[in-house]
């Protein structure tokens, strides 16, 4: 969520975010496969604290998707709407158009061959285009 607060991604931050994720679907799909129960406590100021920021941030995110758009530059190629996981783009008069069933994955950032999707207006980095090319549709 660092393009929420206009901060530049950091190539090293997300290698180190995706390699810590690796390992712990890891351990929780090996847990599974032994059938091992995960005991993992938690406090209850904690449980309550995650469950509020969660429920915060989904009433937040319909609001948010508004932000999102596509500039003339869009050549309706189409890639974001077949990789939109929530069917959230149309094209309406030539161009991308964002709805609210956004879950804000910022897939369609990252996969649009010309960089023409903005948020609130602004060009974002597109850091992860490497790294989801073999899972593009
Ligand atoms: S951010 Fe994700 S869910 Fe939202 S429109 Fe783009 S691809 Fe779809
Ligand atoms: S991927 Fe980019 S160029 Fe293609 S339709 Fe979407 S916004 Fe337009």
């Known amino acids: 969520m660092l393009f929420l607060l ?7 931050e997300y290698d180190k975010i995706l390699y810590n994720a690796e390992c712990k679907v890891k351990t929780i799909v090996e847990n599974f496969i032994k059938n091992n129960k995960l005991k993992k406590e938690n ?36 890639i974001c709407l077949t990789n939109c996981p929530n069917g959230n783009i149309t094209f309406e008069d030539g161009k991308a158009v964002f709805h609210s069933k956004c879950m804000l ?22 850091v992860q285009k490497d790294r989801i090319k073999g899972v593009i549709k």
């Open 43 to 78: 406090s209850l100021i904690r449980i309550k604290l995650g469950k509020t920021c969660g429920n915060f941030f989904r009433r937040m995110i319909p609001k948010i998707s508004k932000n999102i758009t596509a500039t003339s530059e869009c050549t309706k190629c189409g």
């Open 105 to 126: 994955c910022l897939r369609c950032i990252y996969v649009c061959p010309v960089n023409a999707i903005r948020y609130k207006g602004k060009k974002i980095k597109q």
């Open 6 to 12: 206009n901060k530049q991604p950091n190539i090293n």
